[in-house]
Nanobody, 132 residues
């Protein structure tokens, strides 16, 4: 059974930093698309950034480029999202998602699929709140 468990959410001041973690278990495939998505109250889910583990190719939303960075842990089954220069508009529930069926697709394709809720596995989310 595949499980994605997010952690690291919380509150921060604008301009501050947070690091989210996503621990994946039960994925037997050697490579997959994995990424972060967020949803604010009353808004649709939007992509933050994804990584293709086979190539290490990443794709980010324009709104977070230069501020957020996705990386993988040494154990390869952990995904991180380092968030710097946080803004109040970054406030949302952040979700980790993965899809081994998209491992040969571009990271951009995976990102767009995730924005449509069409990735196979999703975590329960972790809340990030940024105050001004």
């Amino acid at each position: 059974q595949v499980q994605l468990v997010e952690s690291g959410g919380g509150s921060a001041q604008a301009g501050g930093s947070l690091r989210l973690s996503c621990a994946a278990s039960g994925i037997s495939d050697a490579s997959y698309c994995m990424g972060w998505f967020r949803q604010a109250p009353g808004k649709e889910r939007e992509g933050v950034g994804v990584i293709q583990t086979r190539t290490s190719s990443t794709y980010y939303a324009d709104s977070v480029k230069g501020r957020f960075t996705i990386s993988r842990g040494n154990a390869k089954n952990t995904l991180y999202l380092q968030m710097n220069s946080l803004k109040p508009e970054d406030t949302a529930m952040y979700y980790c998602a993965a899809d081994p069926t998209l491992r040969f697709m571009s990271s951009e394709y995976c990102f767009n699929r995730g924005q449509k809720d069409k990735l196979t596995y999703w975590g329960q989310g972790t809340q990030v709140t940024v105050s001004s």
